[in-house]
């Protein structure tokens, strides 16, 4: 007991003389407590060592007030994250509260696009044919009326799109200019199809050929009747059936043969016949079978000639003139018949073949 308050009186003691008054009762008592059991730290006088207790007592003092601060700042951040998640969810609960009447908005608003989209489709069909009709009375070359019609097309389609996308709020000027910018960049990007659009006007313009003319062009030896000229290529129709796609700009810029430029076409043939077979005889069989068949044109010239001495035969020509529509019948028929009037009458049509001659090297 005695040393219990003995201990108070000196923690008591050193609140009221040498301790600041911001240092509890308490505090000060630790002190003097640990100041009685272990004793003065160094050789120093005993206010020393007080001292250096009260000093540890205010440092804890201060950490406990950064502590508290701390604390405030951390409940501070709490409190705004709590107000910003609430502030969201009572958003997101607007939304859903809101989003039935905006669905059924923009169904509504879907469905009077839709209707526009299928009846500008039906009126842009109505402008078309009204535009055939009108350009066929005028008795505007075909080709030129599928290009025309083709144009149309594309550019009532692409007024039809930027009204649809001006009904969704979208602007129109913006759109135009983002369109002319989209424009410009596309036109880089496809020169090549550029040129085919050119060309096809070129085609259309100049009129080298036209549909329903045999053309054979030059640059890849393509032939065929013209089916269709439209705005990037030119379609032809082989005899064999297949269709053959040629790109407008190439085509423009390049050597072709139109044969129906003229209402007939003259036919060559070369026909080759031994050395000993008889020139005269093989021309009179030749024209023989040429005026006996009517895909020949008698009023114009026919001419069976020598084309070429060649190292096994002798080449005779044959030219006479057909109608277009009658050129390969009248190929394919004169080949055959002329072969089968030399066997009948003993003209030999001979191969390629080689004379070896061994000489004796006794001799």
């Not at 839709?114 to 069909?125: A, F, H, Q, R, S």
């Not at 313009?205 to 000229?229: A, C, R, S």
């Not at 000993?276 to 068949?293: F, M, P, Q, T, Y």
Request: glycine letters at 6%; aromatic letters at 8%.
């Amino acid at each position: 007991m005695f040393i219990n308050d003995l201990i108070n009186f000196l923690g008591g003691l050193f609140t009221v003389r040498d301790i600041p008054s911001s240092v509890s009762s308490n505090d000060a008592a630790a002190v003097g407590q640990r100041w009685f059991f272990r004793g003065p730290v160094s050789s120093g006088s005993v206010s020393s060592d007080i001292a250096a207790g009260v000093d540890a007592v205010s440092a804890n003092a201060v950490s406990g007030d950064t502590a508290s601060a701390n604390a405030a700042t951390i409940s501070e951040a709490a409190a705004e994250s709590v107000a910003e998640i609430t502030e969201n969810l009572s958003a997101f609960q607007q939304f859903m509260q809101t989003l039935p009447t905006r669905a059924t908005a923009f169904a509504i608003k879907a469905t009077f696009a839709l209707i526009i989209l299928v009846g500008g489709c039906y009126l842009i069909k109505i402008v078309r044919l009204i535009l055939r009709k009108s350009l066929e009375k005028a008795r505007v070359d075909l080709s030129i009326r599928h290009f025309i019609d083709s144009l149309v097309k594309v550019s009532l389609f692409a007024l039809l799109l930027i009204y649809i996308a001006s009904y969704f709020g979208v602007e129109t000027t913006s759109l135009v200019a983002l369109l002319g910018s989209a424009g410009v960049t596309i036109a880089l990007a496809i020169q090549g199809s550029l040129s085919n659009i050119t060309g096809g006007v070129l085609i259309l313009l100049l009129k080298p050929f036209k549909l329903g003319d045999y053309i054979h062009e030059d640059n890849k030896g393509n032939e065929g009747v013209v089916k269709e000229i439209g705005l990037f290529y030119t379609k032809l129709h082989t005899l064999d059936g297949r269709t053959v796609v040629l790109p407008n700009g190439p085509l423009a810029n390049t050597s072709l043969i139109n044969v129906n430029m003229a209402p007939m076409r003259q036919l060559i043939l070369t026909v080759g016949i031994s050395y000993d077979s008889d020139i005269d005889k093989a021309r009179e069989l030749i024209l023989e079978v040429l005026n006996g068949s009517d895909l020949i044109l008698k009023d114009l010239q026919k001419k069976v000639y020598v084309d070429s001495l060649d190292e096994s035969a002798v080449t005779l020509g044959v030219r006479a003139f057909v109608k277009n529509e009658d050129y390969f019948e009248a190929k394919w028929y004169f080949t055959e018949a002329i072969k089968k009037s030399f066997d009948k009458n003993g003209i030999s049509i001979p191969f390629n073949q080689l004379d070896v001659h061994i000489k004796d090297e006794k001799e």
